[in-house]
């Protein structure tokens, strides 16, 4: 039974349709076949009465009557009308509804699951959701644009991964140079504010502003 899923999973969506439709076909020809000597029999049966009861035709003559229609007023003629008309719209209810039902099997069988999968797949990534995974078990047109969806949805979580992986390393490199500088700036700050301070009121020697500066290089560099 598996192999035999595995084989139908395999065949093109062109030849699965065909398939379907042909196999549909093929009943509706059958049936439009049985309906059409039913009715056919059912008419033959109300010819053989009626000629037989107005011209009394023996049995071995009625087989090649060739007449085909009955007057008005007699007793079997809307029944033998009823069988004509089935027996004239056969094709129509056969062939109608089995082409329909071969589409909406063929739709169920190979397009609603994978459409149902996509759909649902593309909601998620939408709304950023990426831990999940698209299976699919067919091996046709359909199943191979779910693997390359899977594929897709793979390296997207990966790439997404790997640039939350670079915005952890940069805030964490952000976080290193902040404190590495934050010592060298807060000494910078206050030799300036006090060089600043001290021109403003005369207060160091040329000795003392000179030291500060050489300090204040140091942490420069």
Same mark, same amino acid.
């Given at each position: 039974m598996g192999k035999v899923k595995y084989f139908i999973g395999k065949i093109p969506l062109r030849v699965?349709?065909?398939l379907y439709v042909a196999s549909f076909v093929i009943i509706a020809?059958?049936?439009t076949r049985a309906t059409f000597e039913w009715a056919n029999d059912k008419m033959w049966y109300i010819l053989h009465d009626y000629w037989s009861d107005v011209q009394h035709? %023996?049995?071995d003559d009625i087989g090649v009557i060739t007449v085909t229609l009955i007057p008005e007023?007699? #007793?079997?003629s809307s029944e033998y009308q009823k069988y004509r008309i089935?027996?004239?719209?056969?094709?129509?209810?056969w062939?109608? %509804?089995?082409?329909?039902?071969?589409a909406l099997l063929f739709y169920r069988q190979k397009l609603?699951? #994978?459409?149902?999968t996509l759909n649902k797949a593309m909601t998620k990534i939408a709304a950023g959701e990426l831990d999940f995974s698209i299976s699919n078990n067919s091996n046709d047109e359909m199943g191979r644009l779910c693997n390359s969806f899977e594929k897709m949805r793979a390296s997207l979580d990966e790439s997404v991964r790997e640039m939350l992986h670079m915005a952890d390393e940069r805030k964490r490199l952000n976080d290193a140079y902040t404190h590495d500088l934050r010592t060298p700036i807060t000494v910078l700050k206050g030799y300036a504010d006090m060089i600043l301070q001290s021109g403003v009121e005369l207060q160091m020697s040329h000795d003392e502003v000179l030291s500060a500066i050489k300090t204040m290089s140091a942490h420069i560099s």
């Open positions: 699965s349709f065909i020809f059958l049936g035709y %023996p049995d007023n007699h #007793p079997h089935i027996r004239d719209t056969a094709p129509l209810f062939y109608t %509804p089995c082409i329909i039902l071969s609603k699951k #994978p459409l149902y």
